[in-house]
């Protein structure tokens, strides 16, 4: 009897020593420098991410140039779609709405994407560009209908004259409605004809026409970003080489920016297609003072000469690169160059006579093989010599591992890249195992951009599970931060009624938007990078995940902060002490400034219903000379700050 006693109390005594962690930050070992810009977001048109997503647009298929023109629109009376004499020659479709009087409409209506979002008392911006027929007076009646078909603004106009002019109108709706239609109607005899027919309401950020969705963007501020990778992913390669993105298309007037298929239109379940489109109403230009509104660096990625290796696996032959290469070229000039030069004339003359300050560059998307390695090797022989200031980014291929990754390594080293831009959606699982990925990484090589990266869980849910797995992962980057410069989640938006991909970091409907777990582990993450490694370590654990623990640590210099973050992946709390050595006049407060993401339940998500089930906490707790105590609650990840 005795015996069994003392067992299980020497058994209890292990499973309270072993739920007991003590781990120590050394701020004498001040490490590599975090950049600033580490953590950063990636943005493409997936999901309607751009159109029908930030760029604030409200009608579909405004130029009528979709593949079938009345997509996004349904004609009622007489109504055709011309393109003789067209007001846009890239865009040369319009539509002539022939009017037969009050009692027989002719006119237009427009579904929006998936609807229109229509704030009560909000402005909205009616443009188009119309000619009527010769000697006419034609009466338009506008209006906003709600999901009712009730109108709930209205505004009438004239239209004279039989050249093409532009006309701008405001309406203001009485009440809101996430599905609402935009429809127009001639009211009398007589033909006009309409092109560009675009409606934003008035709130755009920073209050731009040609504008972005206010409540995006301040989702994506609110992260800090440091780095803005743009447009894409499998965009930027496109289905086949003719529907890549290329960028000179997305600048310039908005109006004869030519439309081009989406790559992801025909990956959705539910849809009439095709009706993704990229209009580029959000094109470079906007791009990059999108990336300067964040204060974020911007990393475009261009098309190296191949189209998607998964689709058409379309290639342009080696001697026919020269005109890809000049895009390079070019883009640095329109971004970087002095107003007197051709593309650096444009971008004064579209708003921003300053440079944008350009300093990366990445050549191909996901690409692999020796196809990819000859033809980013013809890139940089020019751009190596002509810009040596820019930084050029090269692929290791769609996975993190395997065949092709390990043959892209090597030639990146030898192609001398800045940059190798590393993508991986795997399991919570990899993540977990991975927070150690980077610590025997060739420290003299290029340095690592985590281009892409998610964990999927099962059914893939933007669930906690997969956001402390990227937690926990993500300790091992800033451990690593000598060797890895740049990460960036992936994707970014999704519109919860046409999605095709998921996780994503933000979901939005037609009028609000919703923060996910993971979102909050880039902020947390984004808003206290801190400047420097430090050295953190603990009794017995390695904190790269043995025991379900994960620790890094950074100092900041710029707010005199010591930063320690920690991730509990098990399934009962346990008991930290943490203590910070090595400081020359040791701690400046008794009190460390915590922020907890923690949830009991690992498959919770945020909805739009309910937005608030995982969101950071922030509280104090008291230090003792250089020492914590805090209890590391389960399924838990913490930034600690120490003020010194
Ligand atoms: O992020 C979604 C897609 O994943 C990207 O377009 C592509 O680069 C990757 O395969």
Redesign the pocket.
């Known amino acids: 009897m005795k015996q069994s006693i003392s067992l299980i109390l020497a058994f209890v005594f292990t499973l309270s020593l072993s739920a007991q962690i003590k781990m120590t930050v050394n701020a004498k070992q001040v490490g590599a420098e975090i950049q600033p810009d580490m953590y950063g977001v ?1 943005f ?1 048109d ?1 999901n309607f991410g751009a159109d029908g997503g930030i760029y604030a647009e409200l009608i579909k298929n405004r130029s009528f140039e979709f593949e079938h023109p009345f997509v996004g629109w349904t004609p009622f009376g007489d109504v055709v779609i011309k393109s003789t004499d067209p007001c846009f020659d890239k865009n040369p479709n319009y539509v002539r709405i022939s009017g037969k009087g009050l009692r027989t409409f002719s006119g237009l209506e427009n579904t929006g994407f998936k609807g229109i979002g229509i704030k009560k008392d909000a402005e909205y911006r009616l443009s188009f560009y119309a000619r009527a027929e010769e000697g006419k007076t034609i009466k338009l009646k506008l209006e906003i209908v709600n999901s009712n078909n009730d109108p709930i603004a209205v505004k009438n106009i004239d239209i004279s004259g039989a050249e093409w002019s532009n006309h701008t109108t405001t309406l203001t709706a009485n009440s809101t409605d996430a599905h609402c239609k935009f429809r127009l109607m001639v009211e009398n005899w007589g033909y006009i004809e309409m092109d560009h027919i675009s409606l934003f309401p008035v709130d755009t950020w920073k209050g731009r026409e040609n504008g972005l969705r206010k409540d995006l963007v301040q989702a994506l501020y609110d992260l800090t970003p440091g780095v803005f990778r743009f447009p ?4 930027v390669e496109g289905n086949t080489v003719e529907s890549r993105y290329q960028w000179k298309n997305s600048v310039g007037p908005v109006e004869n920016r030519p439309l081009n298929i989406n790559r992801w239109n025909y990956t959705f379940k539910h849809k009439f297609f095709p009706d993704y489109y990229q209009t580029y109403g959000l094109g470079f230009y906007e791009y990059f003072l999108l990336s300067e509104d964040l204060g974020a660096e911007p990393l475009p990625v261009l098309n190296c000469g191949l189209a998607c290796q998964y689709e058409s696996k379309e290639l342009v032959a080696l001697e026919d690169l020269e005109p890809y290469i000049q895009d390079a070229l070019d883009l640095i000039e329109f971004a970087n160059g002095n107003t007197s030069t051709k593309w650096g004339k444009l971008r004064a003359e579209m708003g921003h006579p300053a440079p944008f300050n350009l300093k990366y560059l990445a050549i191909g ?2 690409q692999w093989g020796e196809i990819y390695v000859e033809r980013l090797q013809r890139f940089i022989d020019v751009l190596g010599k002509k810009h040596p200031e820019i930084e050029l980014i090269g692929s290791s291929g ?1 996975q993190p591992d395997g065949k092709d990754f390990e043959y892209l390594w090597p030639k990146m080293k030898k192609l001398n890249v800045a940059l190798v831009d590393e ?1 991986y ?1 795997r399991s919570p699982e990899w993540f977990l195992k991975n927070a150690g990925r980077y610590d025997s990484y060739d420290r003299n090589g290029p340095k690592v951009f985590a281009g ?1 990266y998610a964990a999927h869980p099962q059914n893939r849910a933007n669930n906690f599970e997969g956001a402390i797995a990227e937690a926990a992962f993500m300790t091992g980057l800033e451990r690593n931060a000598d060797v890895v410069k740049l990460a960036t989640y ?2 970014l938006f999704a519109h919860i009624e046409a999605w095709q ?1 998921r996780p994503d970091m933000i979901w939005f409907d037609n009028l609000e938007c919703v923060r996910t777990p993971n979102y909050f582990v880039q902020q947390m993450y984004g808003t206290h990078s801190g400047t420097n490694i430090l050295s953190i370590s603990a009794d017995n654990l390695d904190l790269k995940g043995q025991d379900g623990i994960y620790a890094s640590s950074a100092i900041d210099k710029n707010k005199t902060e010591v930063i320690v973050k920690v991730v509990n992946t098990n399934a009962e709390s346990k008991e930290l002490t943490l203590s910070v050595e090595g400081l020359k006049k040791g701690l400046k407060s008794n009190l460390a400034q915590i922020t907890m993401l923690q949830s009991n339940d690992l498959q919770v998500e945020n909805t739009l219903d309910n937005p608030l089930n995982i969101i950071p906490q922030n509280f104090t707790e008291t230090v003792t000379g250089n020492t914590m105590k805090l209890k590391l609650a389960k399924n838990s990840f913490y930034v600690i700050r120490f003020k010194y």
């Not at 894409?232 to 965009?235: A, R, Y």
């Open positions: 990636f493409e997936i894409g992913g499998c965009i998307n996901e769609p993508h959606y892409e992936a994707p991909w």
